[in-house]
Every structure is written in C-alpha cells, then in structure tokens.
C-alpha cells in the first residue's frame, strides 16, 4: 500500500523514496535523518528504534485514500502546487521534453496546447492522458479535503 502512496506523493511533486532492497529498519532511519527525511511506516515496530523519534510517522492500516488524509492531517500537505513534477517511477524531477523526448512519445500524446515532459534519467515521456487526469482527479480530492492551506516540503522512505 505504501508504494501506491509513494506513487502519488510523487505525483503531488514530493520527493519520495520506497525503501527496497531489503535494508534494515535502523538503515532506513539513518538515511532519513542524514537526508531530513520522514520514515513512513505501518509497521508499529519501527517505533522500538531509538533512532524513529522525530523521523518515523507511524500510518495507520488503510485505503489510499485513509492514508493520503492521514498524512494532509500531519503536515498539511498541498497536493496540487507542484503537482506532476517528478518522475513516478524514480522520482527524479521532470524537464520539458526536447526533440528526442518527443520522437519516444506516442502520437496520441503530441497536441499542441499540452506541454510535453520527461525524465533525464529513465528517458520515460510524460503528459496529460487518462492517467494523468485520473491521477489528478485525486489529487484534485485530496487537495479539496485539507483543512490547512500551507504545506512543509515532505520526503518519505
């Protein structure tokens, strides 16, 4: 569930990692707090960790949705100021796309009144088709159902 809602973190323009490769929770915490990260976990055990104080945010079990409102509760996130501005796949953030960008994209995507962008790392080509707008859409309902209007920047791992 979590990658989902590293996904669309992502999506909402965060800088968001998904821990992998099966480091240790005490690995994990480490980077977060040498990076100025925040742990994001359901796993209640990662509270054990000395090292989780002030890093690790315990979510509780849920849908997206009960997640994303969780986490607009804790740090008052804006879903939609720098929306679309990373890479969902590896969160590099995006660039306008040039000429070899738009020679990998599919005809279906080059209309003029929409720009085009892409990933300098993974050369994947992003723009605004029925996964954007579905993404959007929610990001969209998030956004409507937060009750502060300033966001800190957020990470997670």
């Known amino acids: 569930m979590l990658g989902r809602l590293?996904?669309?973190l992502r999506a909402a323009g965060y800088?968001?990692?998904?821990?992998?490769?099966?480091?240790s929770d005490a690995e994990l915490l480490r980077q977060c707090r040498e990076e100025g990260r925040?742990?994001?976990?359901?796993?209640?055990?990662?509270?054990?960790?000395?090292a989780a104080r002030g890093v690790a945010l315990l979510?509780?079990?849920?849908?997206?949705?009960?997640?994303?409102?969780?986490?607009?509760?804790?740090?008052?996130l804006d879903w939609l100021a720098h929306a679309f501005t990373r890479?969902?796949?590896?969160?590099?953030?995006?660039?306008a796309a040039d000429a070899a960008a738009l020679?990998?994209?599919?005809?279906?995507?080059?209309?003029?009144?929409e720009p085009l962008c892409h990933c300098p790392v993974c050369n994947r080509v992003y723009w605004r088709g029925s996964h954007y707008k579905r993404?959007?859409?929610?990001?969209?309902?998030?956004q409507s159902a937060r009750?502060?209007?300033s966001a800190p920047p957020v990470t997670a791992v």
């Open 147 to 149: 009750r502060e209007p």
């Open 87 to 95: 890479c969902l796949e590896d969160n590099t953030p995006l660039v």
């Open 6 to 8: 590293c996904r669309y």
């Open 38 to 50: 925040y742990f994001l976990t359901q796993d209640q055990l990662v509270q054990e960790h000395k």
């Open 59 to 76: 979510l509780p079990q849920g849908n997206l949705d009960q997640l994303a409102a969780a986490l607009s509760a804790h740090f008052k």
């Open 15 to 23: 800088d968001a990692l998904l821990a992998n490769g099966g480091r």
């Open 103 to 113: 020679a990998r994209a599919p005809a279906d995507a080059l209309r003029p009144d």
């Open 135 to 142: 993404m959007r859409a929610r990001l969209v309902v998030w």
